[in-house]
């Protein structure tokens, strides 16, 4: 279940890809086909772009400053994951790039970074964090990107919450008894996990007020908040995701 | 259950613990707390060392090229996690320092490097590793360290294997049907990672052949191998470990 290093190169477009449909790259694109990746007219290269699935394209012309492809055939349906969001606190910077590849291949459909009361982060580069979300499906063999969020306050996305999207929360201080995954309802759900420090008294308040809200306990040991979401994401993948 | 960023310094030292135990500090260590951390007599310091539980001791000397500390009492028991071993076969650096301290993380009582006919690796830095394993404990609160063992092959690990530890390990190529984990004995236990590209065919037709190993399948999506560590040891903690 490791990452398949097939010889052939991925690459992510906005562009729509169908039957021969041609694709224009842009100039980064081509720079990293031609210059970095040494490829020529002629060249094949599997195109994706989180809507069409994976699609065999050749490439047709190749110049510094852009180039085209041309799609051949499809090789792989789009497969979108479960309706599952990922709503996190930023950490440190390479933990919070971690928690979005891991997010991307776990199989969120939806990263949404949170500031919470111990949130230190005030800004992301969202722009850089979607880069990771693609990076990752490039290099796992994914067909879908789940789309990042900018940061928002957690105060605000429950104020605009739908009950109807149940939540995970990740609770260190473990009261009360643990909540069954395996015998929850599927349909669309949230995973929170809060950052060092863990969330606020008002917080865990808060959501341990929702009806829609359920605490999981992550074992005995504490987890760093990256650890935690990886586990988080197993554990509902498993019970109420694509892993059954 | 993300890691509680304590106001106490955690430190790991290799000196025995228990009432009263004036315990002498390397000149790392020193450096560490009188010249990173800024601390001076009669500051306190949780302790411990893998065997004893934590400690929490006093500081009653310090210089530049050394200092003591005295215990004065347990704050918490040692915590042994289940018998569970986690080998996996090296990647890139990064990643690999990150395997070692999830699966410290996460509870896995030993952590064995083994190389794989895919492993680029020809050799690791063992202390290296055991550092991070180290780090890991001394920042969530673990009171056990999980030894690393140095490299050896994946074959020659095998030819010694004591059978009644079970492997679990992930099999991209998900032939035959789904072992169950949640119907599994418990007891002794390792999870086998592979490389990027996967096991060999020779290696997963050996694997195969053993009544002891059992093919585990994580979802749909093709992880890379960190993600596929954390992912099993959430499943097995889950399963047939002490997160229940």
Not at 48 to 56: A, V
Request: hydrophobic content about 45%; proline content about 6%; aromatic content about 8%.
């Amino acid at each position: 279940m490791v990452c398949l290093m097939k010889p052939k190169i991925r690459l992510y477009v906005e562009h729509p890809l169908g039957e021969e449909q041609p694709v224009e790259l842009t100039k980064p694109q081509a720079h990293y086909l031609f210059g970095v990746m040494r490829q020529a007219v002629g060249g094949e290269v599997a195109l994706f772009n989180g809507r069409d699935g994976e699609w065999r394209a050749q490439i047709t012309s190749a110049g510094k400053r852009g180039g085209e492809l041309l799609c051949l055939e499809q090789t792989a349906p789009l497969m979108v994951p479960p309706d599952l969001w990922l709503c996190f606190a930023p950490i440190k910077k390479a933990r919070t790039d971690f928690i979005v590849e891991k997010a991307a291949e776990m199989g969120a459909r939806r990263i949404i970074p949170m500031q919470t009361e111990f949130t230190n982060a005030e800004r992301i580069r969202q722009d850089r964090l979607q880069a990771h979300a693609v990076e990752a499906a490039e290099q796992c063999g994914g067909t879908f990107v789940p789309e990042v969020d900018d940061l928002q306050r957690m105060s605000a996305l429950l104020d605009g919450w739908d009950a109807t999207r149940r939540i995970m929360f990740c609770d260190e201080a473990k009261v009360g008894e643990a909540f069954d995954l395996g015998a929850a309802e599927r349909g669309p759900w949230a995973i929170f996990i809060g950052p060092e420090g863990g969330f606020s008294e008002p917080e865990r308040a808060r959501l341990h007020g929702l009806t829609h809200a359920h605490p999981v306990a992550l074992g005995p040991r504490i987890l760093r908040a990256d650890t935690a979401a990886v586990a988080a994401l197993t554990l509902w993948q498993k019970a109420l995701g694509d892993w059954a």
